[in-house]
């Protein structure tokens, strides 16, 4: 079982739209949370951070935590074409190392 | 958001060559560093985790005898490929975190190795 799992999609949505990507995670002692977005032949830039359940708002961008769930969202509100990329949700791991465990991607694609 | 940096963003190199990929923090100190691997359309891989002042923690599968790693300073880890091989070819990244353990993750530009 993979430690941080995504739908790889692609997830297609219209221009205007709300974009919904999901990630679940294994490890229950993870208490950290993230959301990068990757441009093709780009590195990950980091759009959001969680660390407690329930909603966190930054401009178009909610993410969502459910620890009991073990599931972690991000919703973008408004997408739009420059929206598309692969996401990529990621958690801190509990050992204490300070390794990011990343899921696979979830690539959107906003058609206008 | 913190300023992480990698030289150089492209190399092609010669089968048998060694490469020296540079990855510095801009404006903060940085004493653990992290280097991934990227492979088209796959996820990142993390490779080692690089420490200020003493060894790299490598993962598993990854030749540190291959991939040297270096972290000379509080602000500059360097990953030096040896002898490099087609199968090398990938997207290296560094990463470097802000504050405590907790604290978020940020990426530099990436270096895309070639290796005829």
């Known amino acids: 079982q993979k430690e941080v799992e995504q739908n790889s999609g692609p997830l297609s949505v219209p221009e205007g739209a709300i974009a919904s990507l999901n990630c679940t995670y294994s490890d229950r002692g993870s208490q950290s949370f993230f959301w990068y977005r990757q441009y093709s032949g780009k590195s990950p830039e980091l759009i959001m951070s969680?660390?407690?359940?329930g909603d966190k708002e930054d401009g178009r961008f909610t993410a969502q935590l459910n620890k009991a769930s073990q599931y972690v969202s991000l919703l973008i509100r408004d997408s739009q074409p420059s929206d598309s990329a692969t996401y990529l949700c990621?958690?801190?791991?509990?050992?204490?190392?300070?390794?990011?465990?990343f899921g696979q991607g979830t690539t959107l694609q906003v058609k206008p | 958001g913190a300023v992480v940096s990698q030289h150089p963003s492209r190399v092609i190199c010669k089968s048998g060559t060694s490469v020296k990929i540079e990855c510095r923090s801009l404006d903060f100190q940085a004493t653990t560093m992290f280097w991934y691997r990227q492979f088209p359309k796959q996820s990142l891989m993390l490779m080692a985790t690089s420490n200020e002042g003493s060894k790299a923690t490598y993962e598993q599968g990854v030749e540190k005898d291959k991939f040297l790693i270096n972290h000379a300073s509080l602000t500059l880890s360097t990953l030096t490929v040896t002898s490099a091989h087609p199968e090398d070819s990938s997207f290296y990244i560094c990463?470097?975190?802000?504050?405590?353990?907790?604290?978020?993750?940020?990426f530099g530009e990436g270096s895309r190795l070639t290796v005829l």
């Open positions: 990463s470097a975190r802000l504050g405590s353990n907790t604290g978020e993750l940020f």
């Open positions: 990621a958690a801190l791991g509990s050992s204490n190392t300070g390794k990011l465990i």
């Open positions: 969680i660390y407690s359940n």
